[in-house]
Structure formats: C-alpha cells, structure tokens
C-alpha cells in the first residue's frame, strides 16, 4: 500500500515556461538547459497549453518539399502546443494522480489552486521518483514490463522510426541485431536532432562504395551516393539493461540515476521486453 503522499510533495514549484509567440528553437534550447521534456505555455500567469519534445519530433518529422520546410526559428509554439489543459489540486494523492494521467493520456499535469493559479506541474518523472521511495518489495520487472518490443534496425531511415513511434503511440524503438539490442532511440534524439540544412532542405549523408574493377581496368572507381539519415545516425548505444527479477523500485531508481525514460529488458543477452516510465506509473495506479 503506498503510504498517503500528496502530490503537492513531489510536483516542481519552479516552472519553466515560454510564450505562444516562441519558437521551436527557444523551446528546444530551454529543454536542452532545463533537461526537461515539456514547457507550459503561460499567459498572465495561467497556463494556456503545453509544448512536449513529441510535438517538436512530429513536427520535425513531417514530410515535405525542402521549400516547404521553415527554419525551427520561424515556427511559433503556437502552431504545436497542445491546448486542452487538464489539471488537478495539490491535494491529490499519488495514485489517484497516476490514475488520472493513464486515463487522460498524458505525460504532467499542471497544479492549479482553488483560485486557478499555477502553483506547480507534476510529472511522471515525479512519479517515478515516488515510486522509488514508496514501493520497494511491491513489483518486479516481469509484473509490469512490456514484452511485445517495437525494433528496427540500425539502417532504417528516421523517417521509418517516427511511423513507428507514431503507429504504436510509444516514445522509444529499441535497434536490434537479431534479438539482441544494440542501442535505443527515443523522442529525445530526434527531438534535439537538426534534421534540417538551412540551404538544402532535409539533411543527408554521403556513403562512400569502391566498384569492383572491371576485367583488364587499372583502378576500382569511388562513388558517392546520398542517402537520408538513418537509424545508426541517431542510436544511443551503450545500452543500460536490466531484468525480468529486478524490483521495480531499483528499476525506477535506475531510470532517474541516469536520465532515461525506459530499459529494455534482456534474458541470456537478448530481448525479452522493456520497461518503461509509463509502465511503472501503471503499477503505482493499480495500489
């Protein structure tokens, strides 16, 4: 049983904010210096909208002619924030919080007063920090994790990643080799990825190949061919695991010990699934 903890102890006081009138490049530069994941959109001291790194990653990710696409420093917030606000009191109990975030298909929730002024914003970050204070013993891996793992591999283009997040409502696609996993690419990356060249349009990379000589010729000859980025472009390697008998609550600490969002889970170095912050809350919802 989680012991009675208010959200008013674990939601952030300090709240980093921008204007409806920013653009995409400020709000990126903010997250990059806050480490944050999301920016309310504030007007007169009233919270109006919210801004997350998947609204920049779509937006960035959308197809286009290359004189269709606008600098990130032309695109005002108003055009991808998310509008419909949900909020709760600062009396609300963390599993009725965690509850309500399932239910509503969202990541933070603004805390609002009596008098609707913006005291706060909890996160599921917040949550998973509670989680590892209070629910120690509760869960293990294998209680919560997901076992249907969403991957591709290392050369699949970014545009392919983005579908995938997209078509499976999730924020990470695990790059495998087989079934083992190599490395990890979430919103994150192709948040803060420059996809765009301020002249040519979507970025590109060059691939260097020796064609086999030709019977009698002197030389092989080089080519350079382009090609649009790719997963291994991207990919964080170096992955961090774990496993379907840890406790959850070591999981969670893990989680926050080393800012990430999700670890796959690995039974004799291959996949057997993943375990990510949205799986967790779903454990704290259930107490």
């Not at 806050?34 to 801004?51: C, H, M, P, T």
Request: charged share 30%.
């Amino acid at each position: 049983m989680i012991p009675v903890v208010n959200i008013e102890k674990y939601m952030k006081r300090e709240i980093a904010g921008v204007g409806q009138e920013d653009n995409i490049q400020t709000v990126r530069n903010l997250m990059l210096k806050e480490d944050i994941s999301r920016l309310l959109v504030i007007e007169d001291n009233k919270a109006v909208g919210i801004v997350t790194k998947k609204d920049i990653a779509r937006r960035l990710a959308q197809t286009r002619a290359p004189w269709q696409r606008r600098p990130i420093d032309k695109i005002s917030v108003s055009r991808i924030m998310s509008t419909e606000l949900k909020s709760l009191p600062p009396d609300t109990r963390l599993e009725d919080t965690a509850r309500f975030m399932i239910k509503e298909s969202i990541s933070s929730v603004p805390v609002i007063d009596g008098d609707n002024r913006l005291l706060g914003i909890i996160t599921t970050t917040d949550l998973i920090r509670a989680f590892a204070e209070n629910l120690e013993g509760v869960y293990k891996n294998r209680d919560l994790m997901t076992g249907n793992v969403i991957t591709a591999n290392r050369y699949h283009s970014l545009y392919h990643i983005v579908t995938l997040m997209e078509e499976n409502s999730i924020s990470r696609v695990v790059i495998s080799d087989g079934n083992k996993p190599v490395g990890i690419i979430t919103v994150t990356d192709l948040s803060f990825l420059d996809l765009n060249d301020p002249e040519k349009g979507l970025k590109m990379k060059k691939i260097m190949y020796v064609r086999k000589p030709q019977r009698d010729s002197r030389a092989s000859y080089r080519y350079v061919l382009h090609s649009p980025l790719t997963a291994e472009d991207v990919i964080t390697e170096n992955l961090i695991t774990t496993t379907e008998d840890e406790d959850c609550s070591r999981t969670a600490a893990t989680m926050l010990k080393n800012g990430i969002s999700s670890l796959p889970v690995v039974k004799d170095d291959e996949l057997v699934g993943i375990i990510t912050k949205k799986d967790l809350v779903r454990g704290m919802a259930k107490r």
